[in-house]
């Protein structure tokens, strides 16, 4: 690999490249030699509008900067025109990047077919009409590069994109079978999933988030990939902050089971731990089906199987499942009507045989038929709900192949199979969805292929559909989790009308739809054990597919990377067996080690704690204030105390000496004092509140707070920062509160420092409860609001209140501040006890808004009460190792 990555005389296409991450691959290539023809319709983040002034912008900046550039304003699904430009200006195409997108980001529930449309039209048509026009070009020359544009929300799903999902892990099949294709006249394919702040990503990430995430960290590895010595093809890749790894599918060995009466969804729910086990037995890595002839020659081989403990049926569930009128779906249907289900058997051939089959066998009205194209998914639906009142189950098996190498693939070819398998799942699932959140019960077993996980020759639509339906799948297993709706797909190998097509007659025998029926039937019981997850199965095989990601590798992010300096570390990215490779299942797991980079500078060092000082931070309240944060932490209209000002006895509540420090506790800048700070990673471990001076005055006051750094403890993969801060009286000098928190820094330990803090008594008491009943218990049911009051004391950080960056933390919905819990649980005592002169929590789970917490308090010595928090509905602790010391007697404060 020469040092110095030139692309002179090449031509680059690359669309979206008005801006964001499209601009910095155009400026790059410009920089590089290449002639670059900018992209970009000039819509908004959401595809609206029209202007040509982003791609003029760019192509100026290529010019004034010595190098060639043409603009092309079309939209990508006029691929066709847009590669025609590129002819024109420069006479050939050797480069394509697909790199053009909108969101149209909303939950399931609420999207509309034009947000679904949409998205699909521009992120995966799109790259099929620009690449199908680029091919024959790339064949004639022997030399071609496409980089196509997945994402985190397609590789695991997402909340609220279960368009975008599908269509960006669509691309990735698509990508997989281009290698394919390709290979052998110099084309090479490629995927990548990069995190970089732009007009989409804007909209859905922290201002301080994005600044470290700027697109200059993706033009490395796109160069890279594009560069005409490169070898590497149909990879995925994810990059961002510096940070580049490799992702490849990895498939247990999984379980093989008789193919005789025996194996049915409870055989399988026995030795469901076989199947999704990948560490007793090396996993596969394949790059297609399994060798499903020898499985089948061996189950036949084996005893009859076991079927547990726990029975599986499917009775009273009212089932859809469309294209079942033969092949997989018939065998699905026959086994869902003998568990007791009744059925909708839908085909747009023929569905009466099916029909008539399951009636005959388990009675009249078992089942019904529906002739309706997946398409019409309303209706298909309409018909289980007119004949039996709602349905739980949709199984969407219906199928067409339109199989033709990407060079002679017609548009006509694509849309008909993207109708049929994407948008028909899409419909069939949209329909059903409302009558799964009322019942809240709801099973959706998806039917993708190995042909849309691996790739495959001559089918560049159906892998793109199928991989696609994957993608989906993720992200409704994730919207529908809390409603007890579960999302799983199969993969099935089985002889149909469709695999006769491409198989011999005597295996399309052998491979009976029946050895499939079981799992579907299995993900589709209230026994479901699993949601989100892929399953390759067929002859009595199943087995589950995971991601696997390479430890990759982090760069310093104070200083630029270039392309030269990715391919010196490019054996590494690419490494899957240096014992560092991971299994991510969700986007926070994915991009955590993107933003475990962040903080990884060349000169990174941990700092001395001892003199570390904040400035003075100035606060000041009023009686509103301090009713506001009674309020907050649960106070009622019937507690006058701490409502109304004109109470005899109005007072705030201890625990407000939380409040003054909280700015003065964030003067302090964790990436100076650790390594790899990333304040996604930060926690909030213990809190210690020392009241030093009351009552406070309740109309009003200045106060004045400083922090200091107490210590910094290194615990191997993990820091934890302990700051104090006083706060004094504004004027008088006098000392009223006295804070200490610690903070839990993940990813930020290993620079060598002191493991074990220091004994400051009550601040790190551990406060274990006393082996009996409590002397008190509480319980508190907090508000819907509460997070939404509580933050207006000042702690606005979203994940308190914003769906979309609770997400982001993992979290289903947003949580309840940690401070909001302390805040409650110290009313408790001090409704019960009087006043405490301090208070230490640690912090040990979160709390959803409208849970109940339960606080039980014990009694110790003379003026401790030990107390622990839990969570009543989900039986978790929320605060543990706490204790107040009580002032006996309040003159001494």
Not at 358 to 380: C, M, Q
Not at 426 to 440: E, R, V
């Amino acid at each position: 690999m020469t040092r110095d990555m030139r692309f002179d005389g090449q031509t680059v296409v690359i669309t979206g490249a008005g801006g964001g991450l499209g601009r910095a691959y155009a400026l790059f290539f410009g920089s590089r030699g290449a002639n670059v023809v900018v992209n970009d319709l000039g819509s908004t983040s959401k595809g609206e509008g029209h202007s040509s002034k982003a791609a003029d912008i760019v192509v100026e900046e290529i010019k004034k900067a010595g190098g060639k550039a043409v603009a092309n304003y079309d939209s990508v699904e006029f691929g066709d025109r847009i590669i025609e430009t590129a002819i024109k200006a420069f006479g050939s195409v050797h480069v394509l990047i697909n790199n053009a997108g909108i969101l149209r980001d909303i939950s399931f529930k609420n999207m509309k077919d034009a947000d679904w449309d949409l998205i699909q039209l521009v992120h995966l048509k799109g790259a099929f009409k620009t690449t199908k026009a680029a091919w024959p070009v790339f064949r004639k020359q022997k030399f071609g590069r496409v980089i196509n544009t997945a994402s985190a929300a397609g590789l695991y799903g997402s909340f609220g994109q279960a368009n975008y999902s599908a269509a960006k892990l669509g691309l990735v099949g698509f990508t997989e079978t281009l290698a394919k294709e390709g290979a052998k006249y110099g084309i090479l394919a490629n995927v990548i999933a990069p995190m970089a702040a732009s007009r989409m990503t804007q909209t859905i990430m922290p201002e301080d988030l994005l600044s470290m995430l700027q697109p200059e960290w993706i033009v490395p590895l796109v160069g890279y990939l594009a560069y005409k010595d490169t070898e590497e093809t149909g990879g995925i890749f994810e990059a961002g902050a510096g940070f580049v790894s490799k992702l490849r599918w990895e498939r247990s060995q999984g379980a093989l089971f008789k193919t005789d009466d025996s194996f049915t969804p409870a055989a399988i729910l026995a030795r469901w731990a076989e199947i999704v086990d990948f560490e007793s037995k090396t996993p596969q890595y394949p790059s297609g089906p399994n060798d499903f002839m020898s499985l089948l020659e061996s189950a036949r081989e084996l005893p009859s199987n076991k079927q547990g403990d726990v029975p599986v049926d499917v009775k009273d569930k009212v089932v859809v499942v469309t294209g079942s009128g033969g092949g997989l779906g018939r065998a699905y249907a026959l086994l869902f009507a003998k568990l007791g289900a009744k059925l909708v058997i839908n085909d747009v051939g023929d569905p009466s045989g099916t029909v008539n089959e399951i009636n005959k066998l388990y009675g009249e009205g078992t089942a019904i038929p529906d002739r309706h194209s997946v398409e019409e998914g309303d209706a298909v639906v309409k018909a289980a709900v007119d004949k039996f009142g709602t349905v739980h189950v949709v199984v969407n098996n219906a199928g067409i192949l339109r199989d033709k190498s990407l060079a002679g693939m017609t548009e006509d070819q694509w849309n008909l199979v993207m109708a049929v398998h994407l948008r028909g799942t899409y419909k069939i699932t949209k329909a059903a969805w409302p009558y799964f959140l009322k019942q809240k019960f709801g099973r959706i077993v998806n039917t993708t292929s190995t042909s849309g996980i691996y790739g495959n020759f001559g089918q560049a639509n159906y892998a793109a559909a199928k991989c696609a339906i994957v993608g989906f799948t993720k992200t409704l297993a994730l919207e529908g989790k809390k409603y007890n709706i579960l999302a799983n797909a199969i993969a099935p190998n089985a002889g149909t009308n469709m695999t006769r097509t491409i198989l011999p007659e005597e295996i399309v025998q052998a491979f009976k739809p029946d050895y499939v029926a079981p799992l579907a039937v299995l993900l589709s019981s209230d026994k479901a054990p699993v949601t989100g997850e892929i399953f390759e199965t067929g002859s009595g095989w199943i087995g589950n597919t995971r991601w696997q990601r390479t430890g990759g590798v982090g760069f310093p992010v104070d200083k630029p990377l270039m392309p030269e300096v990715l391919a010196e570390n490019w054996a590494k990215i690419v490494d899957f067996s240096d014992g560092r490779s991971t299994h991510p299942k969700t986007a926070q797991e994915s991009v955590a080690a993107i933003l475990d980079n962040m903080s990884n500078k060349s000169s990174a060092q941990a700092s001395s704690a001892s003199t570390k000082t904040g400035p003075d931070f100035h606060f000041s309240y009023e009686t509103r204030d301090l009713i506001l944060y009674n309020i907050g932490v649960g106070a009622k209209s019937s507690e006058l105390k701490y409502v109304f000002e004109g109470a005899d006895s109005f007072t705030v509540l201890p625990t407000y000496g939380v409040i003054p420090y909280f700015g003065a506790s964030g003067s302090f800048d964790f990436s100076e004092l650790v390594p790899n700070f990333n304040p996604m990673m930060l926690l909030h471990g213990e809190q210690y509140l020392e009241i030093k001076s009351w009552p406070l005055p309740t109309s009003g006051g200045n106060l004045v707070s400083k922090a200091h750094l107490i210590e910094v403890l290194d615990k191997g993969k993990a820091a934890c920062v302990i700051t104090g801060t006083e706060t004094r009286d504004a004027e008088t000098g006098k000392p009223v509160f006295y804070n200490e928190s610690t903070i839990f820094l993940r990813g930020s330990g290993g620079f060598g420092g002191p493991s074990k803090g220091k004994d400051r008594g009550a601040a790190t008491a551990a406060n274990t409860p006393p082996k009996r009943a409590p002397d008190f218990v509480a319980e508190v049911k907090t508000s819907e609001d509460q997070a939404a009051i509580y933050r207006l004391s000042g702690d606005y950080n979203p994940l308190h209140v914003d769906p979309e960056f609770a997400a982001m933390g993992k979290f289903p919905k947003p949580i309840l501040h940690g401070l909001c819990t302390f805040g409650i649980s110290g009313k408790q005592i001090f409704d019960k006890f009087g006043l405490f002169k301090n208070i230490k929590v640690r912090f040990a789970g979160h709390v959803f808004p409208g849970e109940t917490l339960k606080v039980e308090m014990w009694k110790v010595g003379g003026d401790k009460v030990v107390f622990q928090t839990s969570v009543v509905e989900r039986n978790a602790i929320a605060i543990s190792a706490a204790a107040v010391e009580l002032v006996s007697d309040s003159s001494k404060l």
